[in-house]
């Protein structure tokens, strides 16, 4: 099992609608969650961070952290095309030196 | 505020040739990782740095060797290029917490682009 799952999509949205974005990790020693966003031909830019469970909301961007079910999730209200994008999620462990990337999730917003 | 940067972005070298990608951070970060990236892969680590002097293997190290003799440089040979080894380079870095850094956060440089024919 890979340590950081994600589907790899892709994932189509119209305009306008909210996408949600889901990742599973195995580790329950975690400590900080990432979703970043990578534009084709670009590097990946930070768009979250979550440390806690909950949610927590960023403009548009609401990321959702449960450790008990070892989930976290993006959601993008209001999705435009210019958020279509690889976006990946990020796990670092407790005491650990890496973050682990999960694979990705394409996203194609529709006009 | 450069942040990190990567050269040259684009490569193109011969099968035997070694190649040196260059990353440069003006942060001061500890933490220094090369990744490549690869379609149906993602983002594999190939070395990390925790400290000048201080480096490690990661994910996929065969083929590559790094070295850390000051904080801001983190370069990446390949000693002698493979076709296997054609791919987008990431440099990264990171900082535990701080300042204007979110906590255990990864910034990444623009990527080098290297062809290996």
């Known amino acids: 099992q890979k340590e950081v799952e994600q589907n790899s999509g892709p994932l189509s949205v119209p305009e306008g609608a909210i996408a949600s974005l889901n990742c599973t990790y195995s580790?329950?020693?975690?400590?900080?969650f990432f979703w970043y966003r990578q534009y084709s031909g670009k590097s990946p830019e930070l768009i979250m961070s979550i440390y806690s469970n909950g949610d927590k909301e960023d403009g548009r961007f609401t990321a959702q952290l449960n450790k008990a079910s070892q989930y976290v999730s993006l959601l993008i209200r209001d999705s435009q095309p210019s958020d279509s994008a690889t976006y990946l999620c990020?796990?670092?462990?407790?005491?650990?030196?890496?973050?682990?990337f999960g694979a990705g999730t394409r996203l194609f917003v529709k006009a | 505020d450069a942040g990190i940067t990567q050269s040259p972005r684009y490569k193109i070298t011969e099968t035997g040739r070694q190649v040196t990608l260059m990353c440069h951070q003006t942060?001061?970060?500890?933490?220094m990782f090369w990744y490549r990236q690869d379609l149906g892969h993602g983002l594999r680590l190939i070395y990390y740095s925790a400290a000048a002097d201080i480096t490690d293997k990661g994910e996929v190290p065969d083929g590559y060797v790094v070295s850390r003799s000051k904080t801001e440089n983190f370069p990446l040979t390949l000693e002698s290029a493979t076709r296997s080894q054609t791919s987008v380079y990431f440099c990264?870095?990171?900082?535990?917490?701080?300042?204007?850094?979110?906590?255990?956060?990864?910034?990444f440089g623009p990527g080098t682009r290297l062809t290996v024919l």
């Open positions: 990264a870095s990171r900082l535990t917490s701080g300042g204007a850094f979110r906590r255990d956060t990864q910034y």
């Open positions: 942060w001061s970060h500890s933490y």
């Open positions: 990020a796990v670092k462990y407790t005491g650990g030196f890496k973050t682990i």
């Open positions: 580790d329950r020693v975690s400590q900080s």
